[in-house]
Nanobody
Framework: VQLQASGGGLVQAGGSLRLSCTASGRTFSSYAMGWYRHPPGKEREFVAAISWSGAVTYYADSVKDRCTISRDNAKNTVYLEMNSLKYEDTAVYSC??????????????????WGKGTQVTVSS
């Protein structure tokens, strides 16, 4: 499985973006998926995760009221809708595939695939 994130860009504070992560391969629907971000000069951060069915989702406290993770298994794509963007949301956003949402948290482990990131820049 290869993962490619897209949808990033430059947006003003308070604006919105929808990120997409599209997977190649037939086994996408069997993976839990997560979004992570790497702010400039900081460590990688967990953003959100979703189970293989989409029934279970988790969010970092910093984004839980502003972001929605979803997936479309028919399109092999996971989305991250981000609203009310803040300057501190500026980061490279990447997606990850793992056997379970348990693998996708603040200390990810057992990640099977990482995708190339997409830059999100929020101007204040």
């Amino acid at each position: 499985v290869q993962l490619q994130a897209s949808g990033g860009g430059l947006v003003q504070a308070g604006g919105s973006l929808r990120l997409s992560c599209t997977a190649s391969g037939r086994t996408f629907s069997s993976y839990a998926m997560g979004w992570y971000r790497h702010p400039p000069g900081k460590e990688r951060e967990f953003v959100a995760a979703i189970s293989w069915s989409g029934a279970v989702t988790y969010y970092a406290d910093s984004v839980k009221d502003r972001c929605t993770i979803s997936r479309d298994n028919a399109k092999n794509t996971v989305y991250l809708e981000m609203n009310s963007l803040k300057y501190e949301d500026t980061a490279v956003y990447s997606c990850a595939a793992a056997p379970s949402t348990e693998n996708l948290n603040t200390r990810p482990f057992g990640i099977h695939f990482w995708g190339k990131g997409t830059q999100v820049t929020v101007s204040s």
